[in-house]
């Protein structure tokens, strides 16, 4: 590093960095064809969020010309001029990657994706059916003209714009027809000969019978188009009445918020693309072209088909030992002793959702609290509140109405469980609440009991089949009882500031990671064993950033699991030598967040464990309501141990860093490294699960 070199690397750049490891995946002729489909799918959808929030963000602030310097000393201009160029060469690899690879390797497969000229007359009639019948009449052609402004339109809408001409007339006339959603974005041909799939684009079919949306007009040029809006908007919730009207009006707003980004396909009508310049308040540097016609930006219906030997080989998470028999009270098993569940290895269904539904509908439960921040359409945990509401339990929900782009879902369900009695709280004005918490408390003889669960990932039973994550099921009173003064903290006004047992943002969670961070840093200057090793999904916070760069120069070995962004600088001589940093893409979505410290021990499951909910991320430790929880059993810690060493060791998903932010996929050298740690992780529930029910039956 020279004098110059800043200390921290730019999170927007590093953003990029990972999804380019996710378009990475789409190219890996390991990974199964209709999967390399679905990568590519998450990589356009993970662009998509970027421009909604970091880009929106940015735009915002240079317009506002508030622009407060990135930690690696850039405006907000600086880091936009940056980022243009990197996301037109992302989108310049996806043209080679499709038609070379992708597309042919699917008409192998016998799967193809044609245009109007490539279909028989035969299925032309059917085309020629499906727009009368089923597409034109939910068309609205909407022409621009003095009597008629310029249609309002939507977040990551999908639209044609069309130039037109009256017969004999010179000026140009303008329309947009949107496509609706209503239809896949390819459609399957019928009547196909066994085991051929034939797609033609629901935008192919609407280009070819224009003339029938402008009868006796002359059609010049049709341009495919989409916009995307900011998504980051900024609400004064200082002296807020009503917090769920406030949310309702931003997801109203987002939808027509300022647009960010105007995307189109090759070659486009220079009239028409002007025209939406103008109309949208752009400029050139806002428009991106996609370097293949813009239906290819949704892969869903083909990645979809049911093909399974052109799919990862699906998992069926494996219910924990200690809960396998149905029959046993989930109480009575916690009382034994601490549960530790690993998504999605083990079950959601028969833990987590067994939790919450037995509590529901147990005679001997008087409370149910918990916090939720995403959840599944239809919720069974939801569902279970409402009966035990229903029975005449107290039940209290903590829904965020600002978990992003789940808002109308949280709204629906916040008002489903008003309904029927449960005490529905939207938390602290100014803070979401990311936290993830059940609390049930039981009347168990002439006392009271709580029994808590607390883990990294959302109460979602879908998502839950697909991240990976940990939850803790405990009734450790020390645990317990600080979850109690979190809730009255969320729905009172505690400002109980002395937890001891949780790290709880933004009360004490920052100083406390930095303390132990610390710790390790003496320890090893004492000739003490030290370690830190820490699993998250970004790390930016800049004073953590510091004291592990502290920490390395005493010695401290630190390894960093870091599934997205990663502004620290690792490997770098003099500042951060023994910081290794690795990211983690694959076939599960890595979000569970593990923290250890060695702390002096002499052996490594002596140290100190925790799983919580927060990033090292300054909005999760300054801007969130979070908690992270100490793991004390040792079954437990042992489990969390082997699942880091699986994932450090792991030769087939990782990705090594270096100090200037770039990645390097490590590749397999040895016999039976080509398994990666989620097929591993797997196995390992697999035949724990197998040797359990073997024993079970004396086998």
């Given at each position: 590093?020279?004098?110059?070199?800043?200390?921290?690397?730019?999170?927007?750049?590093?953003?990029?960095?990972?999804?380019?490891?996710?378009?990475?995946?789409?190219?890996?002729?390991?990974?199964?064809?209709?999967?390399?489909?679905?990568?590519?799918?998450?990589?356009?959808?993970?662009?998509?969020?970027?421009?909604?929030?970091?880009?929106?963000?940015?735009?915002?602030?240079?317009?506002?010309?508030?622009?407060?310097?990135?930690?690696?000393?850039?405006?907000?201009?600086?880091?936009?001029?940056?980022?243009?160029?990197?996301?037109?060469?992302?989108?310049?690899?996806?043209?080679?990657?499709?038609?070379?690879?992708?597309?042919?390797?699917?008409?192998?497969?016998?799967?193809?994706?044609?245009?109007?000229?490539?279909?028989?007359?035969?299925?032309?009639?059917?085309?020629?059916?499906?727009?009368?019948?089923?597409?034109?009449?939910?068309?609205?052609?909407?022409?621009?003209?003095?009597?008629?402004?310029?249609?309002?339109?939507?977040?990551?809408?999908?639209?044609?714009?069309?130039?037109?001409?009256?017969?004999?007339?010179?000026?140009?006339?303008?329309?947009r027809i949107k496509v609706p959603d209503l239809f896949?974005?390819?459609?399957?041909?019928?009547?196909?000969?066994?085991?051929?799939?034939?797609?033609?684009?629901?935008?192919?079919?609407?280009?070819?019978?224009?003339?029938?949306?402008?009868?006796?007009?002359?059609?010049?040029?049709?341009?495919?188009?989409?916009?995307?809006?900011?998504?980051?908007?900024?609400?004064?919730?200082?002296?807020?009445?009503?917090?769920?009207?406030?949310?309702?009006?931003?997801?109203?707003?987002?939808?027509?918020?300022?647009?960010?980004?105007?995307?189109?396909?090759?070659?486009?009508?220079?009239?028409?693309?002007?025209?939406?310049?103008?109309?949208?308040?752009?400029?050139?540097?806002?428009?991106?072209?996609?370097?293949?016609?813009?239906?290819?930006?949704?892969?869903?219906?083909?990645?979809?088909?049911?093909?399974?030997?052109?799919?990862?080989?699906?998992?069926?998470?494996?219910?924990?030992?200690?809960?396998?028999?149905?029959?046993?009270?989930?109480?009575?098993?916690?009382?034994?002793?601490?549960?530790?569940?690993?998504?999605?290895?083990?079950?959601?269904?028969?833990?987590?959702?067994?939790?919450?539904?037995?509590?529901?509908?147990?005679?001997?439960?008087?409370?149910?609290?918990?916090?939720?921040?995403?959840t599944n359409e239809e919720s069974p945990i939801v569902?279970?509140?409402?009966?035990?509401?229903?029975?005449?339990?107290?039940?209290?929900?903590?829904?965020?109405?600002?978990?992003?782009?789940?808002?109308?879902?949280?709204?629906?369900?916040?008002?489903?469980?008003?309904?029927?009695?449960?005490?529905?709280?939207?938390?602290?004005?100014?803070?979401?609440?990311?936290?993830?918490?059940?609390?049930?408390?039981?009347?168990?003889?002439?006392?009271?009991?709580?029994?808590?669960?607390?883990?990294?990932?959302?109460?979602?039973?879908?998502?839950?089949?697909?991240?990976?994550?940990?939850?803790?099921?405990?009734?450790?009173?020390?645990?317990?009882?600080?979850?109690?003064?979190?809730?009255?903290?969320?729905?009172?006004?505690?400002?109980?500031?002395?937890?001891?047992?949780?790290?709880?943002?933004?009360?004490?969670?920052?100083?406390?990671?930095?303390?132990?961070?610390?710790?390790?840093?003496?320890?090893?200057?004492?000739?003490?064993?030290?370690?830190?090793?820490?699993?998250?999904?970004?790390?930016?916070?800049?004073?953590?950033?510091?004291?592990?760069?502290?920490?390395?120069?005493?010695?401290?070995?630190?390894?960093?699991?870091?599934?997205?962004?990663?502004?620290?600088?690792?490997?770098?001589?003099?500042?951060?030598?023994?910081?290794?940093?690795?990211?983690?893409?694959?076939?599960?979505?890595?979000?569970?967040?593990?923290?250890?410290?060695?702390?002096?021990?002499?052996?490594?499951?002596?140290?100190?464990?925790?799983?919580?909910?927060?990033?090292?991320?300054?909005?999760?430790?300054?801007?969130?309501?979070?908690?992270?929880?100490?793991?004390?059993?040792?079954?437990?810690?042992?489990?969390?141990?082997?699942?880091?060493?699986?994932?450090?060791?792991?030769?087939?998903?990782?990705?090594?860093?270096?100090?200037?932010?770039?990645?390097?996929?490590?590749?397999?050298?040895?016999?039976?490294?080509?398994?990666?740690?989620?097929?591993?992780?797997?196995?390992?529930?697999?035949?724990?699960?197998?040797?359990?029910?073997?024993?079970?039956?004396?086998?």
């Amino acid at each position: 590093m020279t004098p110059t070199t800043p200390l921290f690397l730019n999170r927007e750049i590093g953003w990029l960095k990972f999804n380019q490891r996710v378009l990475f995946q789409a190219k890996d002729e390991r990974n199964p064809l209709l999967e390399r489909l679905r990568f590519l799918n998450i990589f356009h959808s993970n662009l998509d969020e970027f421009f909604m929030k970091r880009v929106g963000g940015l735009q915002r602030q240079f317009y506002a010309r508030v622009s407060p310097l990135s930690p690696d000393g850039l405006t907000a201009e600086e880091q936009l001029k940056n980022l243009r160029p990197q996301v037109l060469a992302l989108n310049e690899e996806i043209k080679s990657l499709f038609f070379e690879q992708l597309q042919p390797q699917l008409q192998q497969q016998q799967i193809f994706m044609i245009g109007w000229a490539d279909l028989n007359e035969k299925e032309r009639e059917w085309a020629a059916h499906f727009f009368r019948e089923r597409v034109f009449s939910v068309l609205t052609p909407m022409a621009v003209d003095p009597g008629h402004p310029f249609p309002l339109i939507s977040n990551l809408s999908t639209s044609l714009a069309v130039s037109l001409q009256v017969p004999n007339e010179e000026d140009m006339l303008f329309a947009r027809i949107k496509v609706p959603d209503l239809f896949p974005s390819w459609i399957r041909i019928p009547d196909t000969p066994p085991g051929v799939e034939r797609f033609i684009s629901v935008l192919d079919i609407v280009r070819h019978f224009m003339d029938q949306l402008f009868p006796r007009m002359q059609i010049q040029n049709v341009m495919a188009f989409r916009v995307t809006r900011n998504a980051d908007i900024e609400s004064d919730t200082e002296g807020v009445e009503d917090l769920l009207e406030l949310i309702e009006e931003e997801v109203k707003q987002r939808k027509f918020a300022e647009v960010v980004r105007l995307e189109h396909g090759p070659n486009p009508d220079l009239w028409l693309l002007d025209f939406l310049l103008d109309e949208l308040d752009l400029t050139p540097d806002d428009v991106y072209e996609y370097p293949m016609a813009l239906e290819y930006k949704n892969l869903a219906p083909i990645m979809n088909l049911n093909l399974p030997q052109l799919k990862f080989r699906p998992w069926n998470p494996v219910t924990l030992t200690q809960l396998a028999d149905e029959s046993a009270n989930i109480f009575t098993v916690i009382r034994s002793n601490d549960i530790l569940v690993q998504l999605p290895y083990e079950s959601f269904t028969t833990s987590v959702e067994r939790f919450i539904v037995t509590a529901a509908s147990d005679p001997t439960v008087v409370a149910i609290k918990m916090t939720l921040y995403r959840t599944n359409e239809e919720s069974p945990i939801v569902h279970a509140l409402i009966r035990a509401a229903e029975m005449g339990k107290q039940v209290v929900c903590l829904v965020e109405l600002k978990a992003r782009f789940d808002e109308e879902r949280n709204i629906h369900w916040a008002q489903a469980m008003e309904r029927v009695g449960v005490h529905v709280v939207y938390g602290i004005v100014g803070l979401k609440t990311h936290a993830k918490l059940a609390l049930v408390v039981r009347r168990e003889r002439d006392e009271f009991r709580s029994y808590v669960h607390t883990g990294t990932g959302n109460y979602h039973s879908q998502t839950a089949k697909m991240y990976t994550d940990l939850g803790l099921f405990t009734c450790r009173p020390d645990l317990t009882r600080e979850v109690v003064e979190i809730f009255h903290y969320l729905t009172g006004r505690s400002l109980k500031a002395d937890y001891t047992t949780l790290l709880v943002a933004p009360i004490n969670m920052k100083n406390r990671f930095i303390e132990m961070i610390k710790q390790e840093a003496d320890n090893a200057r004492a000739g003490l064993p030290s370690g830190v090793v820490v699993k998250c999904n970004n790390l930016e916070e800049k004073t953590i950033i510091e004291a592990l760069y502290e920490a390395s120069q005493a010695g401290v070995p630190v390894r960093l699991i870091v599934r997205g962004f990663c502004c620290l600088r690792p490997g770098v001589p003099g500042l951060s030598e023994n910081i290794r940093v690795t990211s983690i893409v694959g076939p599960f979505l890595e979000h569970s967040r593990i923290f250890y410290f060695r702390s002096g021990k002499p052996t490594e499951i002596e140290g100190r464990f925790f799983i919580g909910s927060a990033d090292w991320m300054a909005r999760n430790l300054l801007g969130r309501v979070e908690v992270v929880a100490p793991v004390e059993d040792k079954f437990a810690k042992e489990k969390i141990w082997e699942a880091l060493q699986i994932m450090l060791a792991d030769q087939r998903l990782t990705w090594d860093m270096d100090g200037d932010g770039n990645y390097q996929l490590r590749q397999p050298s040895q016999p039976g490294e080509e398994m990666g740690a989620h097929d591993l992780l797997s196995e390992k529930a697999r035949l724990k699960s197998l040797l359990f029910k073997m024993d079970e039956l004396k086998i």
